[in-house]
């Protein structure tokens, strides 16, 4: 059974007083049902669960008056078995975008107070089917990605101390001991090739094969590829998924700074395709590294507007658009090529997501300098440079050296941890998820 870190935010959420109802929201697959099952199995007395997609007649209990009242009878009628009594049990509606009524009456069994309720859906962020009220203000959200580093550690059955050892070395900018480091390193490598997918680390961790884990990442693909021509509109279904498919190769190759509508199609321009890219980052299929024009908070005031980068939400769905050749030279360190400096930003870049930071990145179109990620903390701007081996980070020194009020850089690199010049901490690749 994979660890998942939600499960102590769900325990947070259930202990705190006058609490919301509550939305887990993130892509497909990412294993939002079997943590909120799980969740409700072991913190509640009893649960239930109605998944609308399985079964859309129990969209009929939210027809009717939305009082909760009137909701409770229509669930006691439907489910006789259950008592559905206050603090006992667990209310869960997944795939609420099934059901307009239901997103609906999450204000009132906020409103009401008596029962837990949690909601999960993978569409949530389209103007799919949307509610005629939606509740703002009356609920929280609660994203979900695919297992991080940590997770998957101990997916990998390495135990707390270890894991809790290795953050400590982070925080303390001290070298991690040559042998774990040499060990981390090989774990990293595995976890890039796999990605975080639960479906696909349960099936490495279960068979050991990571053949049978690569059949699973290109189920996934094509089920996200259903996905977009069962959700997107007419206008945009072919489009979105051009986009989608497009991502590799726009990451991949090196030179290419930002998104390339050229490579959709000859003549390309955003005009037409902007809206489908839209709709994939709001859909959680894919996100966004906006370039900007300072490295200065608050990022989102210098932002260029057309100019970023693409990225899948997890890297178990880039590596399943490509052969299996590129998992076995990852796995066995033999990348070569811009396609190795392409696919460390992406390693970095779904750290970054995992850790719930918004991504932006710093190119000078006149001196040519870049710096591949720039994150906010505090108030304050973070830069962080990517090598996939241990090159100097020269445009990063640059940077440092013009914007003396960044008191922190990182250069993520095939290193072990040390501090460098200009309050630059470098980091090994597998520290990311810790910045």
């Known amino acids: 059974m994979l660890e998942r870190k939600i499960q102590a935010q769900l ?254 199609e000859k003549g390309g321009k955003a005009a037409k395709y902007f809206s489908s890219i839209d709709w994939l980052t709001r859909a959680d299929i894919a996100t966004q590294s906006t370039n900007v024009t300072a490295a200065a908070y608050d990022l989102a005031d210098y932002e260029i507007e057309g100019n970023f980068r693409l990225y899948c939400t997890d890297l178990s769905l880039l590596l399943a658009m490509r052969d299996f050749g590129l998992k076995q030279a990852i796995v066995e360190g033999t990348l070569s090529g811009n396609t190795k400096g392409g696919l460390y930003e992406s390693f970095v870049a779904d750290a970054l997501l995992k850790s719930g930071h918004a991504l932006h990145f710093y190119r000078n179109e006149s001196t040519k300098r870049e710096v591949d990620f720039l994150v906010q903390e505090g108030g304050s701007v973070v830069p962080v440079e990517v090598k996939a081996g241990r090159a100097a980070a020269n445009s990063l020194a640059a940077l440092m050296r013009g914007n003396p009020e960044i008191e922190l850089a990182y250069k993520v690199a095939d290193a072990n941890v040390g501090m460098g010049e200009d309050c630059v901490v470098t980091i090994p690749h597998y520290m990311a998820m810790y910045i």
């Open 11 to 264: 325990i947070a959420w259930k202990e705190t007083p006058g609490k919301k109802s509550l939305v887990v929201r993130g892509a497909r697959q990412v294993g939002k049902t079997f943590a909120v099952e799980r969740f409700g199995e072991e913190q509640y007395q009893e649960l239930l669960e109605i998944n609308f997609k399985e079964t859309p007649s129990a969209a009929a209990v939210f027809k009717g008056d939305l009082t909760v009242d009137a909701m409770v009878t229509a669930l006691r009628f439907r489910f006789p078995k259950l008592a559905i009594a206050p603090g006992r049990t667990l209310l869960f509606f997944d795939e609420i975008q099934e059901c307009p009524e239901a997103i609906t009456s999450l204000k009132f069994w906020t409103l009401d107070g008596r029962y837990d309720v949690v909601a999960s859906g993978s569409m949530l962020g389209i103007d799919y089917r949307r509610p005629s009220s939606y509740p703002v203000g009356y609920i929280d959200y609660l994203g979900l990605t695919g297992l991080d580093f940590e997770e998957f550690l101990m997916a990998q059955g390495l135990g707390r101390d270890l894991i809790g050892s290795v953050r400590q070395c982070f925080e303390d900018r001290k070298p991690v001991p040559p042998a774990i480091h040499g060990s981390l390193m090989a774990h990293y490598r595995l976890f890039c090739a796999l990605g975080g997918m639960p479906e696909v680390v349960q099936t490495y961790v279960d068979a050991k094969d990571i053949r049978a884990a690569d059949a699973v990442q290109r189920a996934l693909l094509q089920g996200y590829l259903y996905d977009i021509a069962h959700y997107a509109s007419a206008q945009e279904k072919i489009k979105a998924e051009r986009c989608f498919l497009s991502i590799a190769g726009q990451l991949l190759a090196k030179e290419n700074h930002k998104f390339q509508y050229k490579l959709l």
